[in-house]
């Protein structure tokens, strides 16, 4: 009869004590769980411009405008104008 007993009492300690004990590791867990990531801004995207000569694309800031068209450089121009 003892025995029965003290299995009631660990049964209903046990079910008394481990939901909370349950709960708490769930909400330690969710404390630890890494923030959702940042969404990126996108970078300002800046306008190139192909080459009349090598076609090689530059930023548009960088061309060197010619009678035919813009250039990645000098030589390209003078070689493409004749000049």
């Known amino acids: 009869m003892r025995i029965l007993w003290f299995a ?10 481990a939901p909370g ?3 708490k590791a769930l909400r330690r867990s969710e404390k ?12 300002p995207t800046t306008d190139v411009v192909a080459c009349a000569f090598c076609h090689l694309h530059i930023p548009t800031a960088s061309a060197i405008s010619g009678r035919k ?4 450089c000098e030589a390209h121009r003078n070689e493409a104008e004749g000049s």
């Open 8 to 17: 009631l009492i660990v049964f209903l300690v046990l079910w008394i004590v």
């Open 69 to 72: 068209g813009v250039y990645c």
């Open 21 to 23: 004990l349950f709960h």
């Open 32 to 43: 630890t769980a890494p923030p959702p990531p940042t969404p990126t801004t996108p970078q």
